[in-house]
Nanobody, 122 residues
Framework: QVQLVESGGGLVQAGGSLRLSCAAS????????MGWFRQSPGKEREFVAR????????AYAESVKGRFTISRDNAKNTAYLQMNSLRPEDTAVYYC???????????????WGRGTQVTVSS
């Protein structure tokens, strides 16, 4: 059983940056594709970004491409999401996910974190 704990969320002004972290425990981190999803009130959870096991293949939702960067450190069992040029529409609870490739949808997710709130003020 893999446990995922997110951190790094908070309140930021539009145009600002945040870096989310996802610490994994209880399993072999390096065998999982890691991803980030988000959910805002009244909307379904949506894919944001994912990175493969070795960290050399990543993919992004069109809405965040060029602004967000996903990375991982297998030695630290941690995945990251660097978020730049934040917009009010990025406001959501961000969830870390671990599962299989390609993780373009939640169907590929085996484990979820509890989420961290990101609020972007205008």
């Amino acid at each position: 059983q893999v446990q995922l704990v997110e951190s790094g969320g908070g309140l930021v002004q539009a145009g600002g940056s945040l870096r989310l972290s996802c610490a994994a425990s209880g399993g072999t981190f390096s065998i999982y594709t890691m991803g980030w999803f988000r959910q805002s009130p009244g909307k379904e959870r949506e894919f944001v970004a994912r990175i493969n096991r070795t960290g050399d293949n990543s993919a992004y939702a069109e809405s965040v491409k060029g602004r967000f960067t996903i990375s991982r450190d297998n030695a630290k069992n941690t995945a990251y999401l660097q978020m730049n040029s934040l917009r009010p529409e990025d406001t959501a609870v961000y969830y870390c996910a671990a599962g299989g490739f390609p993780m373009s949808t939640s169907r590929h997710v085996a484990y979820w974190g509890r989420g961290t709130q990101v609020t972007v003020s205008s």
